[in-house]
């Protein structure tokens, strides 16, 4: 079944959906789709030797030490400095860094890769939040951006990783060829920037600079580890691990998400002339609480999620909803992508862009349970940042709708790459025009 399999993988997500559709949502690849008791599937070794990359981070990690990390991660992105911290600097991205940068593209009248803007915007502000750091990767002259290549070309590896046997990619890596060659040099430029930022903060604690913003990087070297039943570690490697996975999913999961709701709402006119007239007629800079942006936000989540699978390792034996058996330790793919378009879950317009399935009769938001949309995943691996992403998403959407128009370059092919980030393979093209 493999050669079938590796010829779709220019278009996997897709094909996975027509699959999975096509065999009443649970498919056996010699291992299966789908999960329902949360408590038997931890990510698993398999997982952990796949994003090796990501350490002893939150994203990564199972058992007693992901406990831990929940309980100080969710300490963390409550915190009120924290929150606080989070708007300033939003606010002030917005004001200094894409606004300008948009003014200028008008007036100039000249193409930029809106996918990358958005990127950049989320890395400047998730820095902000996680290292105290602004890189100021957001600006007219647009400067390289290490993290970003190397983050992008680390995701593109662990794809692929999940197509080969582990002693085949660990051969790759050793030997320093291929995509596991660009993986070392990814690792590489992400180690020496944690290294210096980390050294730079222990210097500022010897000199008695204690008056930075809470952040999460500030948090990890600070805690208080007796609160938790396994005790976090606090030495560079640990910080670098957790700090770094906050990092990559601050950055990647919002712009992901913003790139293709544009692109859905250069599809569908109607829909942005909607949120045009909400946001002229009730929006409020001090409440974001946008029922049809929500809602179109939320589609768009569903029809292209920014984790389009995920994977989990049963740790006893088990049976799936559909009847399939498991055994302990098989890997359990959930097509999250695929999720979002299947006709038995959402109806017979699953696969079109509306909005108002997220709207009740009275004007209402829609709720909908975490097991069928599942973009910020579901049960105790919830995302801890799903409200701050929703917030820094609204306000960028906002920004960028009441001031600009934009059309995307004639001719631009839209395509996924195959990556375990939905991002579009040759960015978003696009020309923005001032409307006020």
């Known amino acids: 079944m493999l050669p079938g399999m590796l010829s779709h993988i220019p278009r996997i997500f897709d094909w996975t959906f027509e699959v999975l559709e096509a065999t009443n949502l649970t498919f056996f690849f010699q291992r299966t789709m789908a999960y ?57 991205k917005l ?53 970003g290549e190397a983050a992008e070309t680390g995701e593109e590896a662990i794809y692929y990783r999940h197509f080969k046997p ?9 030997l320093g060829i291929g995509l596991e060659r660009k993986m070392r040099s990814s690792l590489a430029t992400v180690n020496r920037m944690f290294a210096k930022i980390i050294s730079s903060r222990r210097e500022e604690i010897c000199r008695g600079e204690c008056g930075r913003s809470m952040d999460a990087l500030t948090y990890y070297m600070n805690v208080d580890t007796s609160k938790y039943k396994l005790l976090i570690p606090t030495n560079d490697t640990f910080i670098r691990d957790v700090v770094f996975s906050l990092l990559l999913a601050g950055r990647d999961t919002p712009s992901s998400a913003l790139t293709w709701f544009f692109w859905l709402l250069s599809k569908h006119p109607q829909v942005l002339t909607k949120i045009q007239h909400e946001i002229n007629t009730k929006y409020d ?19 292209y999620p920014p984790l389009p ?10 049976v799936l909803p559909s009847g399939h058996k498991v055994e ?6 959930i097509c999250i992508y695929a ?22 009769d009275s004007g209402d938001l829609r709720h909908e349970p975490s097991y069928k949309f599942m973009a910020f995943n579901a049960g105790p691996r919830a995302c801890l940042g799903k409200h701050l992403a929703l ?6 959407a906002v920004e960028i709708i009441q001031k600009y128009d934009f059309e995307v370059t004639k001719g631009h092919k839209v395509e996924p790459v195959p990556s375990i980030i939905l991002r579009m393979k040759h960015g978003f093209n696009v020309t923005v025009t001032k409307n006020i």
Do not use: C
């Open 36 to 92: 329902l008791n949360f408590g038997n599937y931890p990510k698993g070794p398999e997982f952990k030797k796949i994003f090796d990359v990501l350490g002893d981070g939150i994203l990564s990690v199972d058992l007693q030490l992901w406990e831990d990390l929940r309980k100080s991660n969710h300490a963390i992105f409550h915190h009120p400095e924290l929150l606080e911290l989070s708007v300033r600097s939003n606010t002030r």
């Open 95 to 147: 004001k200094e860094g894409l606004v300008p940068f948009l003014d200028n593209a008008a007036h100039e009248n000249i193409i930029i890769d809106l996918q990358d803007v958005f990127k950049r915007f989320m890395f400047d502000t998730s820095s902000i939040l996680m290292t105290g750091y602004d890189p100021m990767s957001l600006s007219i002259n647009m400067p390289e951006v290490e993290f």
């Open 166 to 174: 582990v002693i085949l990619w660990r051969l790759q890596n050793w």
């Open 285 to 303: 800079p001090t409440d974001l609480e946008l029922v049809y942006l929500h809602a179109a936000l939320s589609e768009s989540m569903r029809l």
């Open 309 to 318: 699978f995920n994977h989990k390792s049963p740790a006893k034996p088990d």
């Open 328 to 333: 302990a330790n098989s890997k359990i793919v």
């Open 339 to 360: 999720l979002g378009r299947m006709r038995s879950i959402w109806g017979e317009d699953a696969l079109d862009f509306k909005p108002e399935r997220w709207i009740t």
């Open 391 to 396: 917030s820094q998403m609204k306000m960028v």
